[in-house]
């Protein structure tokens, strides 16, 4: 979770991949967090977990109920009539859906002539 703050931090976006179950389908706004029961009278087929690859953008820390909830801010790639206008919210320090599993970093080297 930290290193991922930092490169947040230092470098910006990175790009994860992470397990999308069937319920990731239906996200309309707020913390994402997977709920084995919404999907539990799907047939096995539906409910079979897949990886997807998104941007997380950064991170930050929402109030439900009275509890605080640590979520990254992710970008997705099904359009702004997906989720958050094309982005979500997701748990973040559990590896929900194994998302901060796969996250990559890139750093552009230039020469000092702009090259």
């Given at each position: 979770?930290?290193?991922?703050?930092?490169?947040?931090?230092?470098?910006?976006?990175?790009?994860?991949?992470?397990?999308?179950?069937?319920?990731?389908?239906?996200?309309?706004?707020?913390?994402?967090?997977?709920i084995e029961s919404l999907t539990?009278?799907?047939?096995?087929?539906?409910?079979?977990?897949?990886?997807?690859?998104?941007?997380?953008?950064?991170?930050?820390?929402?109030?439900?109920?009275?509890?605080s909830i640590k979520y990254w801010?992710?970008?997705?790639?099904?359009?702004?009539?997906?989720?958050?206008?094309?982005?979500?919210?997701?748990?973040?320090?559990?590896?929900?859906?194994?998302?901060?599993?796969?996250?990559?970093?890139?750093?552009?080297?230039?020469?000092?002539?702009?090259?």
């Open positions: 979770e930290e290193e991922i703050m930092r490169e947040l931090y230092f470098n910006g976006p990175v790009q994860a991949t992470f397990r999308v179950n069937a319920d990731f389908f239906l996200y309309k706004s707020g913390v994402y967090h997977h539990a009278g799907l047939p096995q087929a539906f409910r079979q977990q897949d990886w997807h690859s998104i941007r997380i953008l950064g991170w930050g820390t929402d109030v439900v109920d009275g509890k801010l992710c970008a997705n790639s099904w359009g702004e009539e997906w989720g958050e206008n094309g982005y979500f919210r997701i748990v973040r320090g559990q590896d929900e859906c194994s998302i901060e599993m796969f996250v990559v970093g890139v750093w552009a080297h230039t020469e000092t002539n702009g090259f």
